[in-house]
């Protein structure tokens, strides 16, 4: 059990400490002004996305070839923590650099990953991840937009719904149906294409915050060449289930909300809406202790899976464990940081107190976050199942052609 | 950074549990609630005082083997994990500690090798509530509760007003055994009457609750993984409506809930005992967070294996009472988890947040 940095991580965090104080500040967002998602200052985080790509800490773990240094997961933690000590835009890369792209590095041919790394990792392509759809959500298998053969390529329609991202993505990664007569899992095919192809219309959704971050993304018999099939046709369940295991890793505090609880302390340690400091008064210690226990438990676990990764592990189902408790706690701390001031908590504050707008912001979000990427009882059962041993829930669409399925 | 127990610690721990599954069943700890098996339990201590699980952590110079904190967080838990009826707690964690950290070497040398050999037995009256009274090297108290204060031979006392080593073997110490919901970990009031001592200089009460509570957070992650275990293994077996109890959501989704708060508070223990090796500046917010976080997780642990246990669970025979009992134990021998919450936050009130 060693907390310290290795001489060589201690090294690697002066270095970025020293880029970062140089540049962070140069990209401090104006108050008031962005989203938990990050699109609402675009301009500005790609600017800053470009530094960091230019000084190769926009994926430090990626091999230098792609580039990044080929450091381990711990420089990427270094580099988080020494991140969250300015104030920048919120990251709207996620799902390009934690999701699509490392699909496409797993199984595109490498002159074509080759060709879009690069672009993504500076910010200047953004992409996103077209799979839920109005009946496919939970139940991701369940996707009905339609690929149909013609020639050397595929003509799809349909509709996909919740795209985060699509109204400002260049390219955008989709799972469809290829064969509505084989068995649920065993139809679908995966692809990448242009999302400013003929036939694709985006049409933003608004969400509960007021925002819209994601979108109705609608296709009319838009063309989609064979060469972009990532897996074997009837293989797509298997190329998103690896996407699914990259999100599951990319979770934590800093990187899914802009608030932590740091900001939940330092509110706590300025007069409430009473007078008195909330740090000091026994109700308000009980939950700022239990909210910290959870952010540093959820920061601690991934810790540890970190060292077991350094060790050759693989990430298990157990990497679950981020996004549901996080997701959770963040609602929790969003909460009580409102009530900290009273009935003032409730005043819509963007652009006014920074602080009370960001927790806000992050009170929204969460109920979102809860849903995004394996809601909480998704989450729940994967651990149940997958790593407590506990039987699967009862499932009535295994072994069924796709279109003999009545749903 | 290395977030996980070495090889030794883990060889350690595997050796433990294997020897307390054998030698303190939860048929021991239960003669124990009904007042038998004490010689077992004494027996016991002996063999694992011989093996040095009371000298682990205790320095080389001082008659202990000194393996170090982790080592012993490894240790705490196979105890916890067993509920094993030993002094660890009150002799190792408190008194061991305290001495060892605060005391003089004069007090090094004449107290810890003897407790590194489990020869004598420490207890310790620790935390803010304490009204001891000094009068020049002469101590006065009120009847205290103190684990395993029937069998100690001397005590840790830290109050408001400072640390002290009392030999209970003197005339003026008055200890009277009583009962509480875990006989398992015997308690005795101690009170003194103008008794000799001894100051500890370089250690306060706050700082011994810190470090034991590291070590006590461990016995708890045990005891919570232990609850874990006995109702996976119970709702994998028993069948209601046609099928296994484990198959419902509802059981599914509550165990998936001990299990996150387990893993949080494994965690959060971890970060501790690197703290408390380290003697680490951050080891006070540590601590209570790691005390904090394994506290609700054992307490949720126990009363959802007897939830999920049905009216099974609910009898004496069954084994989900000792873990209920011992988790409440756990909860308030030091100091009841509403301190800890106001030390946490009084912790992270000094580091100053930006
Ligand atoms: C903010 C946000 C961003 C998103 N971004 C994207 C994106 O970029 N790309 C994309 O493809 N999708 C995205 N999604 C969609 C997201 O993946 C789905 O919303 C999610 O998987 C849930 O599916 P659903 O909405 O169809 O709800 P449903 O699956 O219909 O679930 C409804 C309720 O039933 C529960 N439920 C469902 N099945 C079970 C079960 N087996 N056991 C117990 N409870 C169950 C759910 O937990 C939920 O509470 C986003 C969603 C949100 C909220």
Redesign the pocket.
Known sequence: MDFEDTAEEARFRREAREWLQTHAPRYAPPAGESDAEGFALLPLARRWQTAKAEARYARISWPEAHGGRGGTAMDEVIFEEEQRRFALPPDPFG?SLGMCIPTMMQWAEPQVAERFVRPALRGEEIW?????EPS?????ANVRTRAVRDGDGWIVSGQ?V????AHVSDWGTILVRTDPAAEKYAGLSYFWFNMKSPGVEVRPIRQASGHAA?NEVFFTEVRIPDAQRLGAVGGGWKVAISTLMNERMAVNEADIANITIDDVVRMARRPGWTGGRPIDDPAACAQIATLYACSMGVRYTRYRMLTQLSRGGLPGPEAAIGKLALARNIQDMAAFAMEMRGPAGIIDDRGGDPDLAAMQEAWFYSA??R????????LR?TIAERVLGLPQ?ARVDRGVPFNQLTS | MNFDYSEEECALAEQARRLLAERAPPSLIRALLEGEGRDRAAALWTEVSALGWPAIAIPEAHGGLGFGHVALCALAEEVGRAMAPLPMLPSIYLAAEAIATGGSEAQKARWLPRIALGEIVGTAIVGASVSATATGNRLTLPATLAPFGAEASIAVVAGRDGAWIVDLGQAGVVRTAVRTIDQSLPCATIAFDRVETEPLQMIDAERILARAAVLVAFEQLGGADACLDMALGYVRERRTFGRVVGSY?AVKHRLADIYVANQLARSNAYYAAWALSADAPELALAAATARVSATAAYELAARENIQLHGGIGFTWEADCHLHYRRSRVLAQILEPVETWHRRLAAALDREGVA
């Open positions: 799902i996103c991840q077209l799979f839920s496919a959500g939970s139940d991701l996909k919740w795209t985060t991202g994601f979102g976050l849903i995004a990427g394996g809601t909480d009882e998704i059962n829930e | 959501q």
